[in-house]
């Protein structure tokens, strides 16, 4: 299945269920002091959750761009980690809870008419004193017990470690899916169940919220490749063209496991990231947004000169990255010639 049919069809499923598909929000949240880029696609829903406006709806489904630095490290040497991706996302302000949230996920995965995949190779995750999201994958599901894993407070529950640490406000426990691939187990889902309000210190400093909400996260590009049985999410449809112009441009051949493979994969990743950035008029720079880009050019710069390349090669890719995205964002494809003079510049002045 291709990544753009697995996108549409997570979205059409969702509003089969009721869900109002809402575009994803712009990359660069102005109107959120709190962080640079928007990191999940509970962001432009992050008002509502916290009781500061009211919607005119109670589920939605998304497809959200993200941006996360925290594994930068990782990106380019893992097979999932990215600094760009794309977010799917069912969500439930005081409407339906963990019941349907988890029976729906199973139905999507496992489904004929949706992804077909194979229930046998499938399991789950729970916070350890969630009896009830046990239950229902146990005995309504029919997940065999060995199958659904009870974890602690720094893995089942959002945000980590809440009960024992805070933030105080918001959290919940939260279940993670995973399917087993020839190369090992990847976590495609994650089911937030946001029921408590965290009041001060434990014990007893969880509070029963009156509306409880669903917010949920499915990695797309790492579903796609679960889909299309390869190894790495930088072998799915839309971002193995990437890597392998990158190649092109830096006069060399993609071998996945060499040196050169890594650092190819950061460049495809990182010019990704950057080109989505720039569309939104984010100036590489030392602050906030624009130092985050800069760096993240940078790396890749280095990767390239690290492979022989003398002269600016990054804003060659730009084209490539509008014509992957095309399909969900047609318009990178208006901005190329600007985000390309930008990119050059960066790559001209470093």
Known sequence: MKTDELREKYLTFFESKGCVRRPSDVLVPRWDPSVLFTPAGMNQFKDHFLGRCKLE????????????????????????????FEMLGNFSFGDYFKREAIHWAWEFL???????????????????????????WIEEIGLPPAKVTRMGEDENFWPANAPSQ??????????????????????????????????????????????KNIDTGMGLERTAAVLQNV???????????????AAEVCGTSYDPASDYGRRL???????????????????????K???????????????????????????RLVPVVADVMKVPYPELGETVGRVSAVIKG?????
């Open 57 to 84: 709806f109670t589920r939605a489904t998304t497809c959200q761009k993200c941006l996360r630095t925290g594994d930068i490290e990782n990106v380019g040497r893992t097979a999932y980690h990215h600094t760009f």
């Open 110 to 136: 496992t489904s004929q008419r949706w992804l077909g995949l194979d229930p046998e190779r499938l399991s789950a995750t729970v916070y350890v004193d969630d009896e009830e999201a046990a239950a229902i």
């Open 166 to 211: 805070g933030p105080d406000g918001v959290c919940g426990p939260c279940s993670e899916i995973y399917y087993e691939t020839p190369w090992g187990k990847v976590e495609i889902w994650n089911l937030v169940f946001t029921q408590f309000n965290r009041v001060g210190p434990p014990p007893n400093n969880l509070r029963p919220l009156p509306s």
């Open 231 to 245: 190894e790495s999410n930088f072998h799915i449809d839309i971002l193995r063209p990437l890597v392998e112009a």
């Open 265 to 287: 994969r950061r460049i495809a990743d990182h010019i990704r990231a950057c080109a989505f950035a720039i569309h939104e008029n984010v100036t590489p720079g030392p602050n």
């Open 289 to 315: 947004q624009g130092y985050v880009i800069r760096r993240l050019l940078r790396r890749a710069v280095l990767d390239g000169n690290r492979m022989g390349m003398k002269d600016p090669f990054l804003h």
């Open 346 to 350: 960066e790559e001209e002045n470093f």
